[in-house]
């Protein structure tokens, strides 16, 4: 926890961004009959049975001292989908960057392992090297900034019933480019001096 407040308070440095990463999966839900649409006096209506179309995996990836949020849907969440999430933002959204300070939960899929699983071994060890990876701790999921925007993408543009994977990710482009050109960003005020205080039952106690 410490380790991941820490680098929350590092200054801004565009050669070693901060980003933190998550990833959720959404259920894809059909409409077995056609809403009733709204009209003066009355407000749409939708039946309460649905059809369950399977699933998509979305990744998050939140810049908080830049206001800046990438956003991919994939069919599946495994180590390779996850290797070829991390080399897009090192290739593309971070070309230039010589290390991405990479903030994430410790899943079994979060590690160098998995691109040297996606990829040959000269292409994963180049994109490890640009690696600098902070895990937060078990049942520490609050301390991933990339879970709150999760939830504000839940709330802003996947709070409807989609029916489709395609359809899904390109309302969630649309939603990205608004935000991102909106530049908000994430002031992190809790501290480790902070957690010292109000989490004291967490660390051991010495006697004096």
């Known amino acids: 926890m410490e380790d991941v407040l820490e680098v929350y308070h590092r200054p801004y440095n565009a050669d ?7 990833e959720c999966s959404k259920q894809l839900i059909g409409e077995v009959r056609e809403p009733l649409p709204a009209k003066p006096g009355s407000v749409a209506k939708f039946d309460s049975e649905y059809e369950r179309r399977g699933t998509a995996n979305v990744f998050m990836a939140v810049e908080p001292l830049a206001g800046q949020r990438t956003v991919q849907v994939t069919e599946r969440r495994t180590r390779v ?3 070829h999430f991390v080399q897009m933002l090192l290739t593309t959204v971070y070309p230039l ?10 899943l ?59 359809v899904m990710a390109r309302e969630i482009a649309i939603w990205q480019s608004a935000r991102n050109a909106t ?12 957690a ?12 004096a």
């Open 108 to 166: 079994n899929t979060h590690g160098i392992a998995s691109l040297y699983e996606a990829f040959a071994p000269d292409v994963a060890l180049a994109l490890a090297n640009r690696l600098e990876i902070h895990y937060t701790p078990k049942h520490g999921s609050w301390l991933n900034m990339a879970e709150t925007e999760l939830s504000v993408l839940s709330r802003q543009c996947l709070d409807r019933r989609i029916d489709d994977r395609d």
């Open 16 to 22: 070693r961004p901060l980003v933190c990463m998550d």
């Open 196 to 207: 010292r205080i109000k989490l004291k039952r967490l660390y051991p106690s010495f006697d």
């Open 81 to 83: 989908d996850w290797a």
């Open 97 to 106: 960057a010589a290390k991405v300070v990479l903030v994430m939960d410790n």
């Open 183 to 194: 530049n908000v960003t994430i002031n992190w005020q809790f501290r480790t001096a902070d």
